[in-house]
C-alpha cells in the first residue's frame, strides 16, 4: 500500500529519468523515489553472474538481476519486494531468485495471451511500461 505521507512530500517534486545497473541504480532509485513526483529507470540487463547468467544462458533472454534488484527498489510493497528477493536453497532452482523467474516468465506468457487477446484499433504494441530488447520489434 502506498505510503500517503510520501504522495504529499513528492507531490510537486520532479520527474526524473535515471540510466544505469547493477546495484548503483538500485540505490540510486531507492532515494530517488523518495522525493520524485515520477520516476522513470532505464536499466542495462549485461549481467552475467548468478542466476541471471544461468537464466540468460539457458533461456537466451535478457539478464534480469538488475531489473529485479530496480523494481524492489522502486516498490513500495514489502511483501512484493521481500518475494521478489527470495532465493531458492535447494533443488534446480537453487539459487534462483525468485523475481528474476518471474521476470524471465512474464514476457513469454504475455506474449502468448496477448497473440490471442484482441487489441484496439491502430494499436500495435502492448502497453507503455513493457519490457523488451532495443533491437527487437512489437510483433
Not at 548468478?50 to 539478464?63: E, F, I, K, M
Request: proline share 6%; hydrophobic share 35%.
Amino acid at each position: 500500500m502506498a505510503d500517503p505521507s510520501r504522495q504529499e512530500e513528492v507531490g510537486d517534486g520532479p520527474s526524473v529519468v535515471a540510466l544505469g545497473g547493477g546495484h548503483g541504480l538500485a540505490a540510486a532509485l531507492q532515494a530517488i523515489r523518495r522525493y520524485a513526483k515520477d520516476v522513470t529507470a532505464v536499466v542495462s540487463v549485461a549481467d552475467d553472474g548468478g542466476s541471471s547468467g544461468r537464466l540468460r544462458r539457458a533461456l537466451d533472454v535478457p539478464a534480469p538481476g538488475d531489473l529485479r534488484k530496480c523494481l524492489v527498489a522502486l516498490s513500495e510493497d514489502a511483501v512484493w519486494a521481500t518475494a521478489f528477493e527470495h532465493r531458492f536453497a535447494g533443488g534446480e532452482l537453487e539459487g534462483h531468485a525468485l523475481g528474476n523467474l518471474l521476470i524471465v516468465g512474464w514476457p513469454r506468457r504475455w506474449a502468448t495471451s496477448a497473440r490471442r487477446s484482441r487489441r484496439p484499433a491502430g494499436s500495435s504494441r502492448p502497453s507503455d511500461g513493457c519490457c523488451r530488447r532495443p533491437s527487437t520489434p512489437w510483433r
